[in-house]
């Protein structure tokens, strides 16, 4: 396995996973768009929760991924079924004349802390009540199980690689769920800091395929400007902002 960055906001894996008679090399290449800015003044983690729309920030991030995506040969779009999935993939599927689909597969890890606040100092980590939840990091036993994301994305991979075969197809999902099927693609463990997903707001992970087998890894951020500092991979928490258990 080897690896290059060409920019600051873009990188690429190459990597030899998944099944294929090794006759045909068509190339399909699959994007997953992790959503824009939500507005969310409360700082809660919404989860699967419905009426969480971008933000204006947010819509702007998903115009800037249609124009990054614009010339690409676009034949399949699909999203989340959440409000703020379903939002930043509109403008790509309007700019390529394309209906927008909705895949169940692509929807936010299931999370016991919905609803709840994650600041720094604050917050539900602080109560004692909430700490039985937290026993174990390698499941995770506060949502949903890694494993179970891999394979519902994994599923929604694969349905989108066939559906645009031999050209490009777009899925819209969230941090959580693309971070934890790119890092079983690229041989990572499963549990991980929260703080150092490579997946920013409106960022790229894209998925490129010879036949039906996996052959890169590509990530790239063509609305990093627009990201609030305290969102990117690595950056320190602040107090009363929340970027833990994905979104």
């Known amino acids: 396995m080897s690896t290059g960055t060409e920019t600051g906001t873009e990188t690429g894996t190459e990597t030899g996973t998944?099944?294929?008679?090794?006759?045909?090399?068509?190339?399909?290449?699959?994007?997953?768009?992790r959503h824009g800015e939500v507005h969310n003044p409360d700082g809660v983690l919404y989860g699967r929760r419905p009426g969480y729309h971008l933000s204006d920030l947010g819509r702007e991030m998903a115009d800037r991924v249609a124009e990054h995506l614009a010339d690409r040969d676009i034949t399949?779009?699909?999203a989340s079924p959440l409000e703020r999935a379903q939002e930043t993939a509109a403008p790509v599927a309007k700019s390529h004349g394309l209906p927008l689909g909705t895949d169940e597969r692509l929807i936010e890890a299931g999370n016991v802390f919905e609803g709840k606040t994650f600041g720094v100092g604050d917050g539900a980590l602080r109560?004692?009540?909430?700490?039985r939840h937290?026993?174990?990091p390698f499941r995770p036993s506060w949502g949903e199980?890694?494993?179970?994301?891999?394979?519902?994305m994994s599923g929604a991979l694969d349905s989108a690689r066939d559906a645009a075969r031999g050209h490009e197809a777009v899925l819209v999902s969230h941090q959580l769920p693309i971070w934890i099927v790119r890092s079983f693609v690229e041989r990572r463990k499963l549990w991980h800091d929260p703080r150092r997903r490579?997946?920013?707001?409106a960022s790229l992970t894209t998925f490129t395929y010879a036949g039906d087998r996996l052959?890169?890894?590509?990530?790239?951020e063509p609305a990093r400007d627009?990201?609030?500092?305290?969102?990117?991979?690595?950056?320190?928490?602040?107090?009363?902002?929340?970027?833990?258990?994905?979104?």
């Open 145 to 152: 199980p890694y494993i179970e994301q891999v394979v519902r």
């Open 18 to 33: 998944g099944t294929g008679n090794g006759l045909d090399t068509t190339r399909t290449v699959v994007h997953v768009v």
């Open 215 to 220: 052959v890169s890894v590509g990530y790239s």
């Open 226 to 247: 627009l990201v609030p500092p305290h969102l990117l991979a690595g950056a320190k928490p602040v107090k009363g902002q929340s970027k833990a258990f994905g979104a």
């Open 134 to 136: 937290l026993t174990n």
């Open 127 to 131: 109560r004692p009540g909430n700490w």
């Open 198 to 201: 490579q997946c920013t707001l």
């Open 76 to 78: 399949h779009v699909v």
